[in-house]
């Protein structure tokens, strides 16, 4: 299948074959999700090689391995992105055509595995194209969610949460490895036994509930290497009785729960994106994948090594944000009720192979799991626990004598809670921020104990993201421009877009550039029309914001300032005023309310804004349903505004904002997360930065808030489009509708502030940057050239180059290499 050896009648044949031996049918018909399947099987005919190849180079040469642990990977679809990354994608292209087969159609087939919210799974699944394409031995490690993140309809404005049932017709690349299915077990109690022997106690665990962990294997691929790694995740299957310790043969309450645990623990992903809602069923979930995961690495390590002391020389262990914490006391339990270490070995060996990365600052999203839940639910790994925060405190209290305070706030547990992060932390080898500013803010500010006592671990990995997806795949015209223009190697060196910089004073290149965003804005124009229904002009700025559904992001500040820009229009019919969409994309938890106000918002505001017909289809705003993977590529090859505007510290880096600037969309943003390096990379001028500093944020944020009042009162425009959240222009004439909205900017409840996210106090500069953007804009010319530096700039965002910094920093990795 690799372009040099694709048999083209071969892969045909395979394909005729399948849909005959799965289907009974001919191609004519079948249906399309059947030649799906059936594409899909005799890709992964060839896949399967390079598969078995790539296991037997790591048995022989044994390499240091990573294993990625994260509770969400968003791969997105597979078919297409492993065309390419065998670089077979034309070839197959073809060889479908001669078949009356059209591969993009194929390609929509596919359900979008969605086992992930947004940046945090995006990331896990770019990380896994990079290290494939890098030639570095890596497993990811998650679980199997019977329903992923669910299928977003906007029904009467509001957001309806749809099960995404992404199994139904089966996965065509996945394997289940029964050999490698692993028990875990929850509940019961440890009994301690004391063994004359070895003098040592033993810690068993009794009267369990206990689930068979079953492993799914998918390929991951990496670019034109052959090298073809493993995404493991894990599905649960009740245990039958035959396995079954003699106290609970028989006790059939105790069996039908086993059951229930087995059917409920990977049902369904939690939609909450950097948001913790101390679920119990979290809390199982979490423990089931890492435990399982765990297991099948000491059995794989241990099929070479007999001494698991050495554990860290052959394996490191990423946990993404704290979700995979229980890897630490899991691998200590192991360590020592499984392989008889001393605890001083185990601490040894587990503080060399688990690292930490942490995604977040805000509070909300934190991890503290109750005590009483959390000793109940896992009785022994609470043990040990105890017994890491005891030896830690201890530690603090020998460093800073005297100072209990700093004790308090770095304890493990505390307060009936046990603190996720800190644990990660004590545990970790490495503690990284992902983004240079989120780094510098957790160093001197939310982790600022911690790094005074353990300077060494912290370091930066700005994150990144895939090129082979986000502009090999879903910008093929701009992909095959820029090859034409400087060759192919940017496909695995990201750094050489940097040539294209000689371009942006050519005329002709900079024609073609223009064509091809505005072919992309075609494309999505029709998408639009065919999903939305609405005529939107290709030829206004694109002016986009699609991510997660959060008040930080402000989603709501940018509809306020469309509403504002609505009142200018119809106050000045005659102003100039240059054609815009805007075009948004988001979900929101399911039990995050205000999230889902906005998006009722931003329908509203579409609603009244598009059939508004005095003001000449001068903006448009469009909410596209169900943002995922699929449609993003789509969407970021068509922007060219690029929205990032959180409130500055709270975006801790966004990728979005990457995917934009490779797709050649300028920022418009604040200098928060990773939007601070694009602005180093590509120029002030080249963007339209706007709004309070972090530092500003913080200050305002340690001395009790501002008073929005203040604004309100003196801005009269600022004061109008508040207004108008409860004076019915947007609701039918419902007061009430956006109340709590309109509250949360103007008044303080309880605890919380009054606008928070600091959206009036950044209004006016958004609105003169949007300014700024019109203006840039008009020069059409001027406008390519800002977004051909934003091309040409975008080399450091690659994950590969972030992959490389972590592999060099903090995991050490040796290379693979497959022959063909
Ligand atoms: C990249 C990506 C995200 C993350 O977007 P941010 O703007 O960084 O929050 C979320 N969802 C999808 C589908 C993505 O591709």
């Known amino acids: 299948m690799y372009s040099k050896r694709f048999e083209k009648e071969a892969f045909k044949e395979e394909v005729k074959n399948n849909i005959k031996n799965l ?109 494939a394409t890098l030639g570095y031995p890596a497993y990811g490690c998650g679980i199997r969610y019977r329903y992923g993140m669910f299928k977003q309809k906007i029904e009467n404005g509001y957001q309806v949460e749809v099960p995404d049932n992404w199994l139904k017709d089966g996965n065509p690349f996945e394997i289940r490895r029964d050999e490698y299915a692993k028990e875990v077990r929850f509940g019961g109690d440890v009994r301690i036994e004391y063994d004359p022997v070895t003098k040592r106690n033993n810690f068993i665990q009794e009267n369990y509930s206990s689930v068979l962990a079953v492993p799914y294997d998918m390929p991951i691929i990496g670019y034109g290497n052959h090298v073809v790694n493993t995404l493991r995740i894990w599905d649960a299957e009740a245990i039958t009785d035959f396995h079954l310790d003699a106290f609970n043969r028989g006790d059939y309450r105790h069996a039908v729960e086993q059951e229930n645990l087995a059917k409920m623990i990977v049902d369904v992903l939690y939609p909450c994106d950097d948001h913790y809602a101390g679920k119990e069923l979290r809390l199982k979930q979490q423990y089931f994948f890492i435990s399982a995961s765990l297991q099948a690495l000491l059995v794989r390590y241990k099929k070479k090594h007999d001494d698991v002391r050495k554990l860290h020389e052959k394996v490191t262990i990423q946990m993404n944000d704290t979700h995979p914490t229980l890897a630490v006391a899991e691998l200590m339990h192991l360590l020592i009720d499984q392989e008889g270490l001393e605890w001083d070995e ?117 994150n990144g993201i895939t090129q082979r997806r986000f502009l090999m795949h879903g910008n093929p015209l701009l992909a095959d421009w820029v090859t034409k223009r400087i060759g192919d190697g940017w496909i ?23 064509e091809i965003k505005y072919q992309n804005k075609l494309r999505l124009a029709e998408y639009i029309k065919k999903y939305n229904g609405i005529e939107v002009d290709p030829r206004s700025i694109f002016d986009v914001q699609v991510k997660r559904l959060h008040e930080y992001k402000r989603q709501f500040l940018n509809i306020l300032h469309v509403m504002y820009l609505y009142n200018q229009i119809k106050d000045h019919p005659e102003m100039y005023f240059y054609p815009r969409t805007f075009i948004f994309g988001a979900k929101a938890a399911a039990g995050y309310v205000r999230a889902k106000e906005t998006i009722k918002l931003i329908n509203s505001v579409a609603d009244v804004i598009n059939n508004d017909k005095s003001i000449n289809g001068k903006i448009k705003v469009v909410f596209i349903e169900d943002y995922r993977v699929s449609n993003a590529e789509i969407i970021f090859a068509a922007a060219d505004v690029s929205e990032q505007i959180s409130t500055a510290s709270k975006e801790a880096s966004g990728t979005g904002n990457m995917k934009f600037m490779l797709n050649g969309a300028p920022t418009l943003g604040t200098m928060d997360g990773a939007n601070v390096e694009i602005v180093e990379e590509v120029g002030i001028e080249n963007a339209f930065i706007f709004g309070l500093s972090s530092d500003e944020v913080i200050n305002f944020e340690n001395n009790g808030g501002y008073n929005p009042a203040d604004i309100y009162f003196n801005d009269w425009d600022i004061k109008r489009v508040v207004d108008q959240l409860i004076d019915g222009t947007y609701s039918n004439g419902d007061r009430e509708m956006y109340r709590d909205l309109y509250d949360s900017l103007v008044n303080t409840h309880g605890q919380e502030r009054a606008d928070r996210y600091f959206i009036l106090k950044d209004f006016r500069s958004y609105a003169d940057a949007q300014k700024r953007v019109e203006e840039a804009y008009k020069d059409r010319e001027g406008w390519a050239k800002k977004a051909l530096m934003n091309v040409a700039c975008c080399g450091k965002f690659s994950s590969d180059r972030t992959i490389q910094e972590y592999v060099d920093d903090i995991w050490h990795l040796d290379h693979i290499k497959v022959d063909a």
Not at 104 to 121: I, K, W
Not at 422 to 447: D, F, P, Q, W
């Open 346 to 462: 185990a601490w040894d060996v587990t503080t060399k192979t688990v690292a930490y990365t942490n995604h977040t600052i805000m509070a909300e999203a934190l991890e503290k799991w109750p005590v009483d839940l959390f000793s109940r639910l896992l009785p022994r790994i609470y043990q040990i626990i105890q017994e890491i925060d005891r030896r830690f405190i201890e530690q603090v209290r020998s460093r800073y004598p005297g100072d209990e305070g700093r004790v308090a706030r770095m304890a493990i547990i505390r307060d009936g809670q046990v603190k996720m992060a800190h644990l990660a932390i004590v545990a970790g080898y490495s503690v990284n921020g992902v983004a240079r500013l989120h780094t510098e803010i957790l160093k001197h500010e939310e982790l600022k104990d911690f790094y005074d006592m353990m300077p060494e671990k912290f370091n930066n990995k700005t």
């Open 23 to 131: 289907y009974r049918k001919t191609i004519e018909e079948a249906t399309g999700r059947q030649i799906f399947q059936a594409v899909s099987l005799a890709v992964k005919e060839t896949i399967i090689d390079y598969w078995l190849a790539t296991q037997a180079e790591m048995e022989k040469e044994d390499p240091k391995t990573v294993y990625y642990m994260s509770m969400e990977f968003l791969m997105g679809r597979a078919l297409g992105n492993n065309l390419i990354n065998m670089t077979a994608y034309k070839e197959v292209k073809e060889a479908l055509d001669e078949m009356g087969i059209d591969l993009n159609a194929v390609e929509d087939e596919e359900p979008d595995p969605a086992l992930g919210n947004g940046g945090l799974g995006r990331l896990a699944a770019c990380f896994l194209d990079s290290l």
């Open 492 to 514: 695995t060196d990201l750094s050489q877009m940097s040539r294209l910089k000689k371009y942006v004073d050519d005329p002709k290149a900079l024609a073609e550039f223009r």
